[in-house]
């Protein structure tokens, strides 16, 4: 059963309100709000349970595989972070807005801790208007057919940003369900040359207004060539034409691709925060 704190079931009829909380910062509520429009209230099918302090409106929070707090004062982080120390840890890490993560990880921290690593620093960017940088017209989406292609790109990718190698446990089998999902929704975008992966990039959510850039690589040998604006100009313009706003966040120490996204039109609309526990 999805509770508040108190004794009322949060339930079908919480889900209007939910809604609207969710679309007063699409940005940053994007990965929550794609979950929420597509797979509605109930925790089974939502991958995660809604929890609040008092009311919705005033303070909110995602508990799944990722714990997002999403609404909320000090004092509710702190209440978030209690329930979240009652019960067995589900989250592999905890991301959000800063001014709600870092409270919510200075409470829970002497329960989860200590952090693998706490990036406290990610700026959350978005793109309004059409992509300063000509999109590359090389750039397409991925299909399951090369799937196969794909896959170390993605390996290499992942194993730099979050530092563990998503083959390790099953051999990578989950990890390759998660893409060609995502591949199967259209949802994933790369250059081939001469069949091997260059440039890639996903939607890693898609909400009825945001869609958020994760995964952004170019090849260690292909760098410097422009083949980062290009292709994330190329998946900006694709989340445009589905009538949606191109977001991200990215490392604060990751000049680079700072400076990407900078050249390709997107600006600064907050600052995320992601504290790593498994």
Known sequence: ????????????RDAPVVERVLATDPVAMCMVAARFESHGINPRLLGGELWTVDDPTS?????????????????????????????????????????????????????????R?????????????APAVTPDPLVRLVTLDDLDAYLPAAIDMFIGEVGVDPCA????????????????????FARFDRGEVVFK??????SRRVGQIQGVWVSPDRRGEGLGAGGTAAIAAAIISYGRTPSLYVNSF???A?????????????????????
Request: proline share 6%; with cysteine; glycine share 12%.
């Open 1 to 12: 059963m999805l509770k508040l704190l108190g004794d009322r079931p949060l339930g079908a």
């Open 59 to 115: 303070s909110l929070c995602f508990s799944g595989a990722n714990l997002i707090p999403l609404l909320g004062s000090t004092g509710d982080m702190d209440g978030f972070a209690d329930r979240a120390a009652a019960a067995p840890r589900v989250c592999s890490s905890i991301v959000g807005r800063a001014e709600m993560v870092l409270p919510f990880w200075d409470r829970i921290a002497p329960c989860w801790g200590p952090a």
């Open 117 to 129: 690593e706490v990036r406290d620093n990610q700026p959350l960017m978005a793109l309004t208007g």
């Open 169 to 188: 446990g099953d051999g990578g089998r989950s990890y390759r369900r998660r893409l060609a999902s995502l591949i199967s929704a259209q949802r994933v």
């Open 201 to 206: 990039a996903e939607i890693g959510s898609l």
């Open 254 to 256: 990751n000049l680079p």
């Open 258 to 278: 700072r400076e990407v996204y900078r050249q390709v039109g997107f600006s600064e609309v907050g600052t995320f925060t992601t504290v790593l526990v498994d």
